[in-house]
């Protein structure tokens, strides 16, 4: 089945307006805009497009490689580009779970559990738990998908003396509203962390994509009102599917 983008044939020569490989791109970009391809179809095979443009395979896949960095495409491992949907928005500001706000915009969220274990707390992570190294704390890993596509893998840690017995729960839902609502710890602060990362191998792996591939680190700090840390949080978001969006009343 042939894709409704047509595109026209790249003029082999002179390179004087740019790349051959942006001009394709901004075919490419120009069809996805106009919904000629529609979030989440299956982009035409390499083969195709050369024979559509002409363009040399290399060429095909700098524009390619161009679109995934800007988020308007993806890969899936051993099936081809697919259109990305639209990214989620998430305000950190606000505290709410994955759960309730994937599903406030009109989206379907789904978490499914990789593993969960007592571990012995590393210098790094006990110096954030204001414990002794070696402390027991429960490591969570967790993969997160917004209408059947995996958009993030997610490290939590908790202190098992906060929410004893946690790990034996299923946790393929809201973890917010595990500890709050079995648990009885209210979060009154949050530290938020974001940058841009490289997809880790793991967090890759869990994600179907290539090791490197561009990717949204959130750390999240979650404080209790004794002020002892409840959760700590650290999500690899693919950089396509999520929106960060602050509205701040700045009147004095």
Sequence with gaps: MRSELELTPIAKGDAADGPHYLALRDQIALGIEMGKLAPGSKLPSERQFQGDSGAARGTIREALFQLEAEGLIYRRDRSGWYVSPPAVTYNPTRWSGFMTYVAEQGRT???????????????????????????????????????????????????????????????????????????GLTVVRNRVDMRPCALVKFAADALGVKPGTPGLLVVRTSIGADGRVVEYDQEYWRHDAIRVHVDLDVRG
């Excluded at 414990?131 to 840690?157: K, M, Q």
């Excluded at 906060?162 to 595990?178: E, K």
């Design 109 to 183: 969220p789904a978490t499914e559990t990789l593993s969960k274990e007592l571990v012995s707390a590393p210098p790094a992570v006990a110096d954030i738990f204001r414990t002794a190294p070696g402390t027991p704390l429960y490591n969570i890993h967790r993969r997160r998908s917004i209408d059947g596509r995996a958009v993030l893998v997610e490290r939590i840690i908790v202190d098992p003396t906060l929410a004893p017995g946690l790990v034996d729960r299923s946790l393929d839902g809201s973890l917010t509203q595990i500890l709050a609502g079995d648990y």
